[in-house]
């Protein structure tokens, strides 16, 4: 279930199965784990499945809650605040991410912050970049960064280097986008992080157009397709792929990418 994609399907049959073995043992904190991950998955599979998807992830967290499992609670609330974020509901996310931050760091130990921990922060980046307050995303995202790289967490390096591309892209500071972005694939490449390809990716190959710098779109592309085949949750991180590709001059491709994105929504 944690690993299906791009095998999404087998993997919903999984945490379906998962669901009722943990129901049948009683097991409650796998039974909200269960939830959220097939409401994570249906919402995946077909965006016009969001709303039940969510609700569906949802209910995993009245669980867990209803409950008072806190770490149950803390990784779901984490999750689905991206969702909200994706969905727009800032206010939302923000009203669920920010006491979870708060709670987290009056136990956090600043020099050897916990993965947890940093994914919640990184939730909050995403949160401030999709809701266009990029000043504050870049600050956040900045002190994520200096986290992550403390402690090496590479995830958090690569998926905060992603968005730190994306915002100096959005301000005209191509050659930091394109420092941000060629690093941020780096990493991608060392850990399996297909999902983060597309928007480093994008970025990267954006970044050279804009700076006047020739470019071989061959291996970029390549990376764009397959983020794009692990079908990922992020849609923000496919934001700029079909202005990449008319960057470079593939219509065609873009074309087919947009008329995907379309039919989705």
Known sequence: VYFGLPLVDQAAR????????AEYFHDTEAIAAFYYM???MTMTRDGREFARGLEIA???????????????????????CINYAVDGRFEQARRR??????AMEESEDPARPGDLYLSARWVKDV???????????LAHAGETLAMGERVQNRTICCVSRAITAQIH???????????FADRSLVIGEEIGNVNVFPAAASMALIARVELGEAVEPGYYVDCIEKGLAAAG?????????????????DVA????????LHGVV
């Open 38 to 40: 097939l409401g994570v």
């Open 233 to 249: 949750f992020m849609q923000l991180n496919v934001r700029f792929v079909t202005e990449a590709l008319l960057a470079v001059g």
């Open 127 to 137: 949160l401030l970049y999709a809701a266009d307050e990029l000043d504050a995303a």
């Open 97 to 102: 991410i920010e006491p979870l931050l708060q």
């Open 14 to 21: 999984a945490a379906e199965r998962g669901r009722e073995l």
């Open 253 to 260: 491709r873009a074309e087919r990418h947009a008329e995907a």
């Open 58 to 80: 949802e209910r995993g967290l009245e669980l867990a809650e209803k409950k008072g499992l806190r770490l149950a609670t803390a990784r779901i609330v984490r999750g689905i």
């Open 169 to 179: 892209c959005l301000r005209g500071e191509y050659a930091l986008a394109k420092e």
